[in-house]
């Protein structure tokens, strides 16, 4: 299936947009995506990726950096920009920078090939989950100073200011402010922000924190977010 086949959503099944300009592994990933009920989109190069999003309106993007013409880091930067949408980076660069950069630019998830087929699946199961959990909260907003998170519309004020969060720095934030008055552990923070297996990716957390912090800083110079070191991370009301 190409990226301008553009067919109807299947009934109860999620559509995976797949950015990858390897047609056998593109083709191998949308076989595993059928046999889990969901609607596999191939687009083999940036610049289509970007004309068919909007149409298509995935329930999450598949994405590698090595793209012909638009690498994935523009077309990562520029779906960002538009739209919270999970994206998983899945790619055979897999150096500490390129992490780095990727989790910089919002992505939700790295992955690194080759990889385990049924591993992809969960991770995307993982992030569908997060993005669209179950049970919503009761709809309350939580406010800790002059912070104000609301979780229904996951939106961010700081003095009033909307700060745009991708979806894993608010799914940190909301954790966090849920829990003021106590020290909130890196493996707690891991498991409720990405999920079971996720426990050793130290690494993912303290990119997310870097970014979420800049982001707040940039209205609020007093951190909202403190470190214990050793232990983890808690909300400070300021």
């Given amino acids: 299936m190409t990226a301008t086949e553009l067919e109807g959503r299947p009934a109860g099944g999620r559509r995976v947009f797949v ?11 949308c076989l595993w995506l059928e046999r889990h009920g969901w609607d596999g989109v191939v687009a083999a190069d940036g610049s289509k990726a970007l004309a068919a999003f909007e149409a298509l309106q995935p329930d999450i993007v598949l994405l590698d950096v090595g793209l012909p013409g638009l690498d994935g880091w ?16 899945v790619t055979a660069r897999g150096t500490e920078a390129e992490r780095i950069r990727g989790l910089s630019l919002g992505a939700d998830d790295y992955i690194t090939k080759p990889l385990s087929f049924p591993e992809l ?3 995307i199961e993982a992030a569908l989950r997060r993005t669209h959990p179950a049970d919503d909260m009761s709809g309350t907003s939580i406010r800790r100073g002059r912070l104000l998170l609301d979780p229904v519309r996951h939106r961010v004020q700081v003095s009033g200011v909307e700060i745009h969060l991708t979806p894993t720095e608010f799914r940190l934030l909301q954790h966090l402010a849920e829990q003021p008055d106590r020290v909130v552990s890196h493996r707690e923070l891991l498991e409720a922000v ?3 297996g996720y426990e050793a990716e130290t690494h993912l957390l303290q990119v997310t924190v870097r970014n979420l912090r800049a982001k707040l800083a940039a209205v609020m110079p007093d951190s909202v977010i403190g470190t214990v070191y050793g232990l983890g991370y808690r909300i400070v009301e300021t």
């Fill in 121 to 123: 699946m969960a991770r």
């Fill in 194 to 196: 990405w999920g079971s």
């Fill in 74 to 89: 523009q077309v990562l930067e520029r779906i960002r920009a538009i739209s919270r949408v999970p994206i998983l980076l």
């Fill in 19 to 29: 950015v990858d300009d390897e047609p056998e592994f593109a083709s191998l990933v």
